[in-house]
């Protein structure tokens, strides 16, 4: 790196940083061991009353950066740890690193180096193609997300007593990091907007998308929620959910030391089908989630149907401070609707239930908006390092910025709320 980024560092892995120093600046305020406690109702119970006191804020307040299971040292050490985001697999680490003057971690980038394009969501394989047709080499590139997780984060992660100039320079390592390794190109995918902002600063090209989040403005349960739904969707959505469990069927929600190895090797084999499906070959192998159950069980919550004792679908959430998070689902049974009452109107109750703002239930599907679900932009920032290359870039994504909040806005104007709900702030 040159003289003004000198206390920069890059990282191959996940063990060569100390789990508290990047959740300090991963997750700054939360205790990495603990962060919901052994009992997660007394822990929303706790948080909430604390947002509503007229005392002065501490750590535990809702006024502090959320609670972002992805970014965590856990969750990412799980993914290498399993070999699923490693060298071998096409996803080698380089996370930069910023020290203070004491040489101590105050700036972090999840970064890797990227031999394809598979697990991102914000798809790129068009470019890699008219690269390559023009006599580029596109891969190696950057990329600085969170391996197979489309949902929104912080990326450029800064502690809480972190210099102003901090994410700049980061922003400017990632660029000299792409030269330093010959790289194509820095990919940065589901930005916050401060960080879209900073990153567009040091020269990335902005680029949108859209997702389907529900928001919660206080409901006091589903109820409440249907309620403000216009009187068609709400007799479809209660229809669905009748539907969904007849036969008898029942559901089964799992969180803490509730979730056990039996729990993972059934939800396993409905994930390992839908990923066959959808991808040809799944991108987490069953050790994963071994790691994942060890280390952040408190942080997860299992939904499954069951007919009898046996475990037929289910889908797997990850929980942060202030959003639910839907990652994956899968089912060994054809069960009309079952898809929509396991992950969207059981992730839906159970946030409104713990007054969680949201629930994020991942990329792409239109069906959710008439599910409560809304759309929402999504952000990414790319630096090309080939200026021609980089001009046909800007070019196209203007345009498809163009057409993406068209789109965002045409749909915006058809959720299936009465009337618009206040929102909370985000």
Known sequence: MSASDARLTVLSSLGEIEREAWDACANPGWDPDAPFGSDIDSFFKDLHGKADSTSEPDASTSE???????????????????????????????????????????????????????????????????????????????????????????????????????????????????????ASSVHATFLEEDDAAVLEGAGFLPRVDQQFQFDNPGYRDFQDFL??????????????????????????????????????????????????????????????FSLLGAAMSDRVLLIFAKRGSKRIAGALNL??????????????????FLHFEICYHQAVEWAIAHGLPRVEAGAQG??????????????????????????????????????????????DEHTPFRAQPTTLAK
């Not at 190696?140 to 994410?167: C, N, Y």
């Not at 870039?393 to 068209?406: G, H, I, K, P």
């Open 366 to 411: 239109e069906h959710k908006l008439a599910r409560g679900y809304r759309p929402v932009i999504t952000r990414s920032a790319h630096w090309i390092a080939d200026r021609g290359f980089r001009t046909a870039v800007a070019d196209y994504l203007q345009r498809e910025r163009a057409a993406v909040e068209a789109e965002h806005e045409i749909l």
């Open 227 to 288: 309620d403000a739904l216009s009187s068609g969707k709400r007799k479809t959505i209660r229809r669905e959910r009748r539907d969904a469990l007849a036969g008898g069927l029942e559901v089964e929600i799992l969180t803490g030391k509730a979730i056990d190895e039996a729990a993972w090797d059934a939800f396993f084999a409905f994930y390992t089908d839908t990923g066959a499906r959808k991808w040809g070959r799944p991108y987490l192998n069953r050790r994963f």
């Open 319 to 336: 929980i942060g401070s202030d959003a639910l998070y839907g990652r994956y689902w899968g089912t060994l049974e054809e069960v009309p």
């Open 64 to 182: 502090q950066i959320p609670y972002n299971p992805f970014i965590s040292h856990d969750f990412l050490r799980c993914l290498e740890e399993a070999g699923c985001a490693v060298g071998r697999s096409g996803w080698q680490g380089r996370h930069l690193v910023l020290d203070d003057a004491a040489g101590r971690p105050e700036a972090i980038v999840p970064c890797y180096q990227k031999t394809h394009s598979m697990g991102e969501y914000v798809f790129d394989h068009g470019w890699a193609d008219a690269f390559e047709r023009a006599g580029g080499r596109y891969y190696p590139k950057l990329q600085v997300s969170v391996p197979f997780t489309p949902a929104t984060g912080r990326r450029l992660l800064v502690r809480s007593d972190a210099g102003a100039s901090a994410k700049a320079t980061l922003a400017a390592g990632l660029g000299e990091l792409c030269r330093r390794i010959g």
